[in-house]
């Protein structure tokens, strides 16, 4: 009994240290939304733009640290297959810090701060694209990480300990703009107040990355680089229900065609991540949680009122993901899946109508409470439980590094079209601000059908054995058919 509260207490304690990378992660990107009107006034107005240039640049500043995701999700399979899950880690958390300070500073070095006006966003950008850099790292192989060192059993249920971690990020960046906000009237946030938003930052990534230097690196890694007796080691320390060296023999037989290329076991595999990536944003989850304010402000909210109820969506978000939480290791991947994207379907539709009929309103706030209920039970959580887990062994540094930059591109999307959309004074004039809520109805409801046709359920099944969803045939036919092969 005691061994096996140990290995628990173990496996509870790395999860929860993994999931710091999703705290900062939603932190992140989230930490804009309270300084957006701040950073417009102080980069953006002076320039004196037409209204679809200032748009358009107001939006790609806003969703500048999503390039850096893209570039992030890109390398960070390589870097975790090259040098390990934990030393990538760490190298997210300085990318944290580096952004946090560099944000709410970006005059340092370069001249006095508070007197550079637009001259400052360009250093502004660049520091947000490097926290994009640690974010995108972070949305790979933080999942990743507790995805290898879950027992099968409770491997849903532990992965989804890091979306609640990103929601619980963004939550706490709105409690936190919100208690900034409030320490001074609009013209000193628009001085001062916004700096220390992005500053707030770097605490959790000095504690992220300290408490990484304490972790093990996953079984998996470890037997990659022909560690295999730490691999058992660890296996060991963290129980689940096989014997460790069994799991150690699977792990071993998984790895035989390490080598191989990206479509080693078809091409379904990896089109179903990149789909399931591009779906998750697509469904606009993301232009609601970063113009949170901004929507509630065209509901005819102030300022505070407005920050206020983007807490309230933070709430929302972080008790609908606990229910995927108890329930994904139970009723599975795909019916959640298929649940919430019809859930989100009639939520984003009705929204839409309720702005493009001017009747936004309590009835508004009720419709993005549902959306958000939607996707935190089911797109939110449940897509990085399915990254961090369908691909084999084999390709799956590649495959989830493509799926993720794939995920981070469709996010740069829509964050900058959304500001496009809704600051379109033509569009505005026939739908009031509603028309983007029906496009991400549209793909709602396109990501429910995708997955009842596409996706295939791996509750219960060990990382080695969701293989044999991709070749059809036991893990052990398919190694024994490449080593024929190779002889």
Not at 129 to 142: C, F, M, N, T
Not at 267 to 286: A, E, K, R
Not at 297 to 309: I, K
Not at 346 to 355: E, K, P, R, Y
């Amino acid at each position: 009994m005691g061994n096996k509260q140990g290995a628990l207490s173990l496996t509870t304690g790395l999860t929860l240290i993994a999931t710091l990378g999703g705290l900062l992660f939603g932190y992140d990107t989230a930490v804009i939304s309270g300084a957006m009107a701040s950073i417009d006034i102080n980069f953006i107005k002076p320039l004196n733009l037409t209204e679809t240039a200032h748009d358009s640049l107001k939006g790609l500043t806003i969703s500048s640290a999503l390039a850096g995701c893209v570039v992030g999700g890109l390398v960070a399979g390589k870097m975790a297959d090259r040098f390990g899950r934990k030393p990538t880690l760490i190298v997210a958390a300085l990318m944290f810090l580096i952004c946090s300070l560099g944000s709410a500073w970006p005059e340092f070095g370069l001249g006095t701060i508070g007197q550079m006006g637009p001259d400052a966003l360009t250093p502004f950008n660049i520091y947000r694209i490097i926290g994009g850099v640690g974010v995108g790292i972070a949305s790979l192989v933080s999942p990743l990480y507790i995805a290898e060192i879950a027992p099968a059993e409770s491997r849903g249920r532990l992965i989804s300990f890091n979306q609640i971690a990103i929601v619980g990020g963004m939550v706490g960046v709105y409690f936190v703009n919100w208690a900034i906000a409030g320490l001074g009237d609009e013209t000193w946030l628009h001085s001062t107040g916004w700096r220390w938003m992005f500053a707030s930052e770097g605490l959790p990534s000095i504690l992220f990355a300290v408490l990484l230097l304490f972790a093990p690196d996953t079984p998996r890694y470890l037997v990659m680089q022909r560690r295999d007796n730490e691999a058992l080691d660890v296996l060991k320390r963290l129980g689940g229900a096989t014997d460790p060296k069994v799991t150690l023999v699977e792990i071993e037989e998984s790895l035989v065609v390490t080598n191989e290329r990206l479509f080693a076991f078809g091409g379904l595999v990896v089109f179903v991540g990149i789909l399931l990536s591009v779906f998750q944003q697509f469904v606009g989850i993301n232009a609601v949680l970063y113009y949170a304010p901004q929507m509630f402000q065209n509901m005819g909210m102030d300022t505070n009122a407005s920050l206020w109820q983007t807490v309230i969506v933070g709430i929302a978000n972080v008790a609908f993901t606990l229910v995927a939480t108890v329930s994904v290791d139970r009723l599975g991947r795909k019916p959640l899946l298929i649940a919430g994207g019809l859930v989100m379907t009639v939520s984003m539709l009705a929204l839409g109508t309720l702005f493009a009929t001017g009747q936004a309103g309590l009835a508004a706030l009720a419709a993005m409470l549902v959306y958000i209920a939607g996707f935190a039970f089911s797109w939110g959580p449940v897509v990085w439980i399915l990254l961090a887990e369908m691909f084999p062994n084999a390709i799956k540094g590649k495959a989830l590094g493509i799926a993720v930059a794939a995920q981070w591109i469709a996010n740069l999307l829509v964050t900058w079209s959304f500001n496009v959309m809704d600051g379109n004074s033509v569009l505005n004039a026939h739908f009031h601000h509603g028309f983007a809520y029906w496009i991400y109805g549209l793909f709602s409801l396109l990501s429910a059908l995708f997955v009842w046709r596409f996706v295939p359920e791996t509750k219960g099944r060990s990382l080695e054995a969701i293989q044999e969803l991709w070749t059809h045939k036991p893990l052990h036919d398919a190694v024994q058919q490449v080593r024929a092969a190779r002889s």
